[in-house]
């Protein structure tokens, strides 16, 4: 027992600190629905000198036109509508089965590679970064050839995802490398189906480049406890196995649509409010007499000569302008995504200014695209060098989003063959790479036994 590494081991990095609540915003934004209304006394603000009753009202008829959330889930849906492309090189055939196998099966809980990365993704887009954490199965005794480590499945790596709440603390070396992580992550737990109670647990693990430690701590108890150590899987390569998918700031679509979207809500819901209200007109009495009479549904009222009776209502040329500028601020909120084309009703654009703002879209997917690639690949290559394979391993794909575009891609294929460049090799990769981009959906296995065709058939047609 530890009782005081739960205060060292808890301690914050700065940047974490501050960005703690704002992550938590980005969530309530990007989900909408019952959560954000949980949270909206964050987001709906009171008028000056507004009642408490009034507010109140107003927080319980709360509504959210959830636009940034669409967007972030359209770009998710079209960046992976086709799977990235694993290529592997390399006369090894257990590491293109593991490599196969870990495609259909990255985290031991039978999620595909592609439906991984689609959720790191979405963390990305929603709070700047999600992270990867590498590791491999432990072993009751140390495997003494790599067939024993295959049979008890101590190489079979798997990786887990980290969203960017889970990293409280860290460092970094000069060139950006992780030196230490901490990990938190803490959930509800019940001893058994009899106990009636839950508690809460929380567990912290550290990793650096060698060793990790898992530190546990129960609901209501003081102490800290050790439950688990040693070196993890990439030890020997010096490496945390922490691996990050971040946006740069001018992609972080959330974080560019969080105030127009705020903006759009607390306006949105005034807007309705008002509305409302106007739906119940008061009644006006012109008269010259003292008034004490009750007016109701169930009552009668009775005029003199001279009296009139009326109802107040609203002009409108305010609603109007309301109007118009939620529209304006919807309209805004798909520009900042580079997405003005689907902003529901158009603007008035000519057919060129339509189709800049297109190409605009497909560029910052493809530089989602990139980003995808550069992290798979660097997952990927730390997993085959800890397993110490001998083979090489590239990552392609996520550059078209519409199936007319594959017919381009192979008009260009055709186009360079034709030019006669005597180099098998070009041979060899072109062709792979078309026939994995028509085939981007079968198995990884089915991928590495058409590579191997081809590169039989172009060493036949040397020989």
């Known amino acids: 027992m530890l009782k005081n590494i739960a205060h060292e081991i808890d301690s914050e990095h700065p940047d974490y600190a501050v960005r703690k609540r704002l992550l938590r915003q980005y969530r309530d934004l990007y989900v909408g629905g019952e959560q954000f209304r949980a949270h909206s006394t964050e987001y709906l603000l009171r008028r000056q000198k507004e009642p408490l009753e009034v507010y109140g009202e107003r927080l319980a008829r709360v509504f959210y036109e959830n636009y940034i959330g669409s967007i972030v889930d359209w770009y998710v849906a079209t960046l992976f509508r086709r799977e990235p492309l694993l290529i592997v090189e390399g006369k090894d055939p257990g590491a293109k089965s593991f490599v196969a196998k870990f495609s259909e099966d990255c985290d031991r809980r039978g999620t595909s590679l592609t439906d991984f990365y689609r959720q790191a993704m979405l963390d990305s887009l929603v709070c700047g970064a999600s992270y990867i954490l590498v590791d491999f199965p432990r072993a009751s005794k140390q495997p003494q050839s790599r067939a024993e480590e ?3 499945g101590t190489s079979s790596a798997y990786v887990s995802h980290c969203p960017p709440e889970m990293l409280i603390n860290w460092s970094v070396d000069d060139r950006g490398d992780f030196d230490w992580v901490v990990l938190k992550n803490s959930q509800l737990r019940k001893r058994s189906f009899r106990t009636a109670e839950w508690s809460r647990v929380t567990q912290w693990t550290h990793f650096d480049r060698e060793r990790f430690e898992v530190y546990q701590q129960l609901e209501g108890e003081a102490d800290t406890h050790l439950i688990d150590s040693g070196t993890h899987g990439l030890a020997h390569l010096g490496q945390v196995p922490l691996f990050d998918l971040r946006m740069p700031e001018g992609l972080w679509l959330m974080n560019r649509g969080a105030l127009l979207q705020l ?10 409010w008002a509305l409302s209200q106007g739906l119940f007109a008061q009644p006006v009495i012109y008269s010259e007499r003292e008034w004490s009479q009750i007016i109701g549904d169930s009552y009668y009222i009775q005029l003199g000569p001279q009296d009139k009776f009326g109802w107040t209502e609203p002009a409108g040329n305010v609603y109007q302008i309301a109007a118009d500028n939620l529209k304006r601020l919807q309209h805004e909120i798909y520009r900042v995504s580079y997405l003005q084309h689907l902003a529901g009703e158009p603007m008035v654009q000519s057919g060129l200014s339509k189709l800049r703002d297109y190409a605009i879209t497909q560029e910052v997917l493809r530089a989602f695209g990139d980003a995808v690639k550069d992290s798979l690949k660097r997952v990927l290559r730390a997993i085959i060098a800890a397993r110490q394979d001998d083979i090489s391993i590239d990552v392609s794909g996520l550059e078209e989003f519409d199936i007319a575009d594959f017919s381009g891609e192979l008009e260009d294929a055709r186009h360079l063959l034709s030019l006669g460049i005597a180099s098998p090799t070009l041979k ?21 036994r ?4 081809i590169d039989s058939a172009s060493d036949a047609t040397d020989t």
């Open 263 to 272: 903006e759009h809500f607390n306006k949105s819901n005034a807007l309705g």
């Open 428 to 448: 060899q990769q072109v062709y792979k790479k078309v026939a994995f981009k028509y085939l981007s959906d079968v198995r990884q296995e089915v991928k590495d």
């Open 150 to 152: 295959n049979e008890m």
């Open 450 to 453: 058409i590579a191997g065709e």
